[in-house]
């Protein structure tokens, strides 16, 4: 596609229940990143992936977040054990190489109820 | 203390008018600066990115980045109806693996109306 793709746009759980958001870069982009944007705040960093590894997960809040990239292009993010305050707008971005230009998604807005 | 401080206001302008957003910011190791335009149920834009001290103009975007006094500007000339968005400012340190680790403010809601 001509962007990155994010699934689904919005996501509705109950609290304590597992969801996935999935991502899909830009063709041929090597760095992903994912961000975390609550109501009326900037976005956070989550992780950063070089390839298929992470090269920076130092942003996920705590071990309920995982995420995984594991043929180097589309990603998934995971969160055990929902929380309402994990309700937030989660974006994916992507770029051709690590000094290069970010590109965002529309995001995924979570809700947990 | 966040590491990126921004106003978040809103704030309101007629169409034509200067707009002068700002930001600090406390880490001295940023080194890179930039804008973000982000429109309602979007993900962020680029809009601008500068390096060091100094100006940076793009048509009717001009940045600014102060590194002495840890201030960053944008200054959009001749306002538009359709530059009503929220615009985020955000740094991260030096090139590599660290440079989409972006820290972002926490964004100035602006409409520019007719």
């Known amino acids: 596609g001509a962007g990155v793709s994010q699934t689904p746009s919005n996501k509705v759980t109950e609290k304590g229940k597992y969801v996935e958001l999935r991502c899909d870069p830009i063709?041929?982009?090597?760095?992903l990143y994912w961000y975390r944007q609550s109501l009326g705040q900037g976005p956070e960093f989550l992780i950063y992936f070089q390839g298929t590894g992470a090269a920076d997960d130092s942003g996920l809040p705590n071990d309920r977040f995982f995420a995984v990239r594991p043929e180097g292009s589309v990603s998934t993010l995971k969160i055990q054990r929902t929380e309402r305050g994990d309700s937030a707008v989660y974006l994916c971005a992507s770029s051709s190489g690590p000094d290069e230009k970010l590109f965002f998604g529309s995001g995924t807005q979570l809700s947990v109820l | 203390q966040k590491e990126v401080e921004q106003d978040p206001g809103p704030l309101s302008v007629p169409e034509g008018a200067i707009v002068s957003l700002n930001c600090t910011y406390s880490?001295?190791?940023?080194?890179?600066f930039m804008w973000y335009r982000q429109y309602s149920r979007k993900g962020p834009e680029l809009l601008m990115y500068?390096?060091?001290?100094g100006n940076k103009e793009d048509g009717r975007f001009t940045a600014q980045v102060d590194k002495s006094s840890k201030y960053i500007s944008l200054f959009i000339r001749d306002s538009q109806p359709s530059d009503s968005a929220t615009y985020l400012c955000?740094?991260?340190?030096?090139?590599?693996?660290?440079?989409?680790?972006?820290?972002f403010g926490q964004g100035t809601i602006l409409t520019v109306h007719p």
């Open positions: 880490n001295s190791a940023f080194q890179y």
């Open positions: 955000a740094s991260t340190l030096a090139g590599g693996t660290s440079y989409g680790k972006l820290t």
């Open positions: 500068t390096y060091s001290s």
């Open positions: 063709s041929g982009h090597t760095a």
